[in-house]
């Protein structure tokens, strides 16, 4: 492994990401007996038996399963690792809710994990505390990368040096998305990739909890005195910041609330609220509009639709402390104006408003709050100035598919 060195940045006071090539371990789908999409749908060799073992009524640890399963499935040539180190490139294919054809391209490398202290790495939003004890009991057994976390470069031009010299797999997912990857050989080219991703800090778009575990897990090894070797980096999807690469969601909230308590009476001091009728789902993209042209809320209760639009004066005292970018955001109108109304209020996240909303009309819920999406240029704006956003705010999609590469350590 490369290890993390700050020496070789030109500031050592202010140190920059090291992303850098790795030998990955991928399946030979001439071994499997079936191409990429049907291992997608096989039982045996399915990478959700790394990724989310199942406890079984026999002996033996399930995470230890994991790491049988891992290396049962190299030792019969399942899973072959590359002869050297390199970078893949990663493409997908969608259309987005609207319908138009998008598409989001990156590179999977190894990001070595930053010391404490270090600002390499931007978290992108606040996060909520976790238990992270599954994915730590995880890692230490297969001692592997089973699917990438996701970050976000602010490199220019980083996009034009991604298309891949070989094919290396493809596969369509249950929504129609195509996936693709590549690999990246040329010494030349993984330098220049690795300088452009190293020039510029790096913003944790998906994968907060499972890079504190990486670290929590690295740091473990040091303290026993164990080397850390593969364990300090992470596999990470690095993408571009840029309009093009991203198609940024949502992120809904459901509510629950105890009986007797009036969901539209505790909001009404701080917002002005347009009924916009009963439920039904032919409404909530006239909902979803209405929210913004009058940059307000989307509430759904039993009474039906409604908008919440902010009393100006409140909204901006209650987010004067904030980043323009942040307080722009439906989540941090939320987290500053209604949650502190709803202190009895249990909370769940979702990012299909028509779902949220039909979970409302069929009692699964006692309201949903619908918000609307951020874009690129306030993200970017936000990760410029280290600035984190709200606890679920965005939801970056479509994901990367586990099973494309794992990354032994």
Request: with cysteine.
């Given at each position: 492994m490369l290890c993390?060195?700050?020496?070789?940045?030109?500031?050592?006071?202010?140190?920059?990401?090291?992303?850098?090539?790795?030998?990955?371990?991928?399946?030979?789908?001439?071994?499997?007996?079936?191409?990429?999409?049907?291992?997608?749908?096989?039982?045996?060799?399915?990478?959700?038996?790394?990724?989310?073992?199942?406890?079984?009524?026999?002996?033996?640890?399930?995470?230890?399963?994991?790491?049988?399963?891992?290396?049962?499935?190299?030792?019969?040539?399942?899973?072959?690792?590359?002869?050297?180190?390199?970078?893949?490139?990663?493409?997908?294919?969608?259309?987005?809710?609207?319908?138009?054809?998008?598409?989001?391209?990156?590179?999977?490398?190894?990001?070595?994990?930053?010391?404490?202290?270090?600002?390499?790495?931007?978290?992108?939003?606040?996060?909520?505390?976790?238990?992270?004890?599954?994915?730590?009991?995880?890692?230490?057994?297969?001692?592997?990368?089973?699917?990438?976390?996701?970050?976000?470069?602010?490199?220019?031009?980083?996009?034009?040096?991604?298309?891949?010299?070989?094919?290396?797999?493809?596969?369509?997912?249950?929504?129609?998305?195509?996936?693709?990857?590549?690999?990246?050989?040329?010494?030349?080219?993984?330098?220049?990739?690795?300088?452009?991703?190293g020039g510029e800090h790096l913003v944790l778009a998906d994968g907060h909890h499972r890079f504190e575990t990486a670290c929590t897990y690295r740091d473990e090894r040091r303290a026993a005195g164990e080397p850390v070797d593969g364990a300090g980096a992470i596999m990470m999807l690095v993408v571009e910041l840029a309009e093009d690469e991203l198609d940024i969601e949502p992120i809904h909230r459901l509510v629950d609330l105890p009986a007797g308590i009036d969901f539209r009476a505790r909001l009404a001091d701080a917002f002005d609220l347009v009924d916009m009728g009963a439920y039904s789902a032919e409404a909530v993209g006239t909902v979803q509009a209405r929210m913004a042209a009058d940059h307000g809320l989307g509430l759904v209760d039993r009474g039906g639709f409604a908008i919440a639009i902010a009393r100006p004066e409140l909204r901006a005292s209650a987010l004067a402390g904030e980043h323009p970018a942040v307080a722009a955001t439906d989540a941090a109108v939320v987290e500053a104006l209604v949650s502190p109304r709803l202190p009895e209020a249990a909370w769940r996240y979702w990012h299909d408003a028509d779902a949220v909303a039909a979970l409302v009309d069929k009692g699964a819920a006692t309201a949903a709050i619908l918000c609307s999406a951020v874009s690129v240029a306030q993200t970017r704006a936000a990760a410029v100035d280290r600035a984190r956003m709200p606890q679920k705010t965005t939801f970056f999609t479509p994901k990367p598919r586990s099973g494309m590469v794992f990354r032994k350590f």
């Open positions: 993390y060195n700050r020496s070789a940045f030109p500031n050592p006071e202010h140190p920059l990401p090291d992303f850098f090539a790795f030998a990955g371990l991928r399946y030979d789908c001439d071994a499997a007996g079936a191409d990429l999409e049907a291992l997608e749908s096989q039982a045996t060799y399915n990478a959700v038996r790394l990724l989310l073992p199942r406890d079984e009524r026999r002996d033996g640890d399930r995470y230890a399963r994991a790491a049988d399963a891992l290396a049962a499935w190299e030792r019969a040539g399942v899973l072959v690792a590359d002869p050297a180190p390199r970078l893949y490139s990663y493409r997908m294919q969608f259309r987005d809710l609207r319908g138009n054809p998008r598409h989001t391209r990156g590179v999977i490398g190894a990001l070595a994990l930053p010391e404490p202290g270090d600002t390499s790495v931007l978290p992108h939003e606040r996060t909520m505390p976790k238990a992270k004890s599954d994915r730590l009991a995880l890692l230490r057994a297969t001692r592997a990368n089973v699917d990438p976390i996701w970050g976000l470069s602010l490199a220019e031009g980083l996009t034009g040096r991604l298309e891949p010299e070989t094919a290396l797999g493809r596969c369509v997912d249950a929504d129609g998305v195509v996936h693709e990857l590549g690999a990246i050989d040329d010494p030349a080219r993984l330098d220049e990739i690795r300088t452009l991703v």
